[in-house]
């Protein structure tokens, strides 16, 4: 809805930032896939973000036709000031890197896996490991 949301919004509240290209590949789905369907049902309270490069209408679409609905997807595509902000803008191409964070009740990052191989998914054993110690 190209409306700002901020971390504020979510006071009081953990949070797992999963940052990814684009959802329209490969990849980029199972994770968005994995975090909606295998860890939100787990983590009720803790809100699951999952922020890309794609317009808010593509995003509202993937989640139609994906069933996605445990986790809220925020776009970087007009400003790009989240991507620049983290240092997870990819420069030459544009786009989001591929990386998980946790932030505590409190907002402080607790837990940050920045992906090095975009062909590859995040360790979600490490993600999981480090929601357990909220």
Not at 37 to 61: C, E, G, H
Not at 107 to 130: R, T
Request: charged share 20%; hydrophobic share 45%; proline share 3%.
């Amino acid at each position: 809805k190209f409306s700002p949301v901020l971390l504020s919004d979510f006071e009081g509240k953990a949070v797992l930032i999963s940052t990814v290209p684009s959802l329209d590949t490969g990849i980029c789905s199972l994770q968005t896939k994995h975090f909606n369907d295998k860890i939100a049902n787990n983590y009720s309270d803790v809100v699951m973000l999952t922020i890309s490069m794609d317009l808010p209408f593509a995003q509202s679409r993937f989640c139609k036709t994906e069933n996605i609905t445990q986790l809220h997807t925020l776009s970087d595509a007009v400003w790009r000031e989240f991507a620049q902000n983290y240092g997870l803008l990819i420069e030459d191409m544009g786009l989001l890197a591929r990386s998980v964070m946790i932030l505590d009740k409190e907002h402080k990052l607790v837990y940050k896996q920045l992906v090095s191989n975009l062909a590859k998914e995040p360790d979600y054993i490490s993600v999981e490991a480090a929601l357990k110690k909220l």
